[in-house]
């Protein structure tokens, strides 16, 4: 419900990802009345969608602590239960960042040795298996190096698991790559996993600049969520500049335009290959059980490739296996009771959420 362009997008994802994958059924919330008649417009929908009536919806204004507050008959509350009480393999919002993140953390709770979970993206790279995994992209706009090297050994999990690179490589995002630049946590961060890298069972490639986000120097990139956040949006919109830049040159003259004709299949390759659309979802990582957010703006395609990802993930017992592998490094990365942290969590997220 709370995406720009409302539920009637999120109802045409839902219907892409039925006609791609028939075992693929749904539980939707939000106002019946408003979901219904949607619904009923879709055939290939036909008893497969079960409505959950939510009468309230969280709103990207709203600040996350009062949804905490009073959010229990929100739409996005209700999604996060079905998931805690197994109703659920995996929730998909385009809604509010902030509030999804920390109804996450309260209703599902951190997987142990967890401090912060982190929103984990795909980039399009060069490297062979055609994504580079990235986080943290927004969950939280400062990390601490104990932060970044929880971060990397979640992103480890992820690539191997859901890329099956048996050992990724691990870059940590600085100004430069010599180790004397940086602030004074990335330093720290950087030894930390550099400590790490065999226990984690991955290769640290030390520090990576912007230009190594869709390289083949790292498999994973490791930063916190203000830079992560700038850099995935920023990544976007230039996607979105070449597709429009390159419609403009082709359009140009008769011979441009024979040209366009010409090269029809590759120009449909590369759309394919940088359209943000296909790789929208973020992955919540660090906490027990599968939520991914879709871009607020998506459409019905990237809605539905969101579903597609948290249909993968749940598939894989993903969940499952990156907390066994985080457990494994609980012992230095520490532990905190997460409940009484939670509400002063909320707090601080509001100032973030304030100036992000």
């Not at 998909?92 to 984990?120: E, F, Q, W, Y």
């Not at 055609?130 to 990397?152: E, H, K, T």
């Not at 290769?203 to 869709?214: L, Q």
């Amino acid at each position: 419900m709370g995406g720009d362009a409302g539920p009637s997008v999120v109802v045409a994802g839902l219907a892409e990802s039925a006609k791609a994958n028939p075992d693929l059924d749904f539980l939707l919330h939000g106002p019946s009345a408003e979901l219904e008649p949607l619904v009923a417009r879709r055939k290939v929908l036909a008893g497969r969608v079960e409505i959950r009536d939510a009468a309230e919806v969280v709103r990207m204004e709203d600040k996350p602590s009062h949804v905490m507050r009073h959010g229990q008959n929100t739409s996005m509350w209700s999604a996060l239960e079905a998931v805690r009480g197994g109703e659920a393999s995996g929730a998909v919002s385009c809604g509010n960042t902030g509030a999804l993140m920390l109804l996450s953390m309260l209703r599902l709770r951190k997987l142990p040795g967890v401090d912060r979970p982190a929103i984990a993206v795909l980039w399009p790279s060069r490297n062979p298996q055609g994504f580079n995994v990235m986080l943290d992209v927004g969950a939280d706009v400062r990390a601490d190096a104990r932060d970044l090297l929880q971060y990397a050994l979640m992103g480890a999990s992820y690539a191997r698991n859901g890329q099956n690179l048996e050992r990724p490589r691990i870059g940590l995002l600085n100004v430069g790559t010599e180790e004397h630049k940086g602030r004074a946590e990335l330093k720290q961060a950087h030894g930390l996993i550099a400590q790490f890298a065999d226990k984690g069972q991955f290769d640290y490639v030390g520090f990576v600049e912007g230009s190594d986000i869709p390289g083949d120097v790292a498999d994973v990139i490791v930063t916190d969520g203000f830079t992560g956040n700038v850099a995935i949006k920023t990544g976007e919109g230039t996607a979105n500049l070449i597709g429009d830049l390159l419609r403009e040159a082709f359009r140009y003259s008769p011979l441009s335009r024979l040209a366009s004709v010409l090269a029809l299949t590759s120009m449909q390759r590369l759309k394919k290959r940088i359209d943000p659309r296909r790789v929208n979802g973020g992955v919540f990582l660090g906490l027990n059980g599968t939520v991914v957010k879709s871009h607020g703006s998506a459409d019905a395609t990237g809605v539905s490739s969101a579903v597609k990802l948290a249909f993968q993930l749940a598939q894989s017992g993903f969940t499952e296996r990156l907390a066994a592998r985080v457990a494994h490094t609980a012992d230095v990365t520490g532990t905190d009771d997460a409940g009484a942290a939670i509400w002063a969590e909320a707090e601080k997220t509001d100032e973030k959420e304030a100036g992000r």
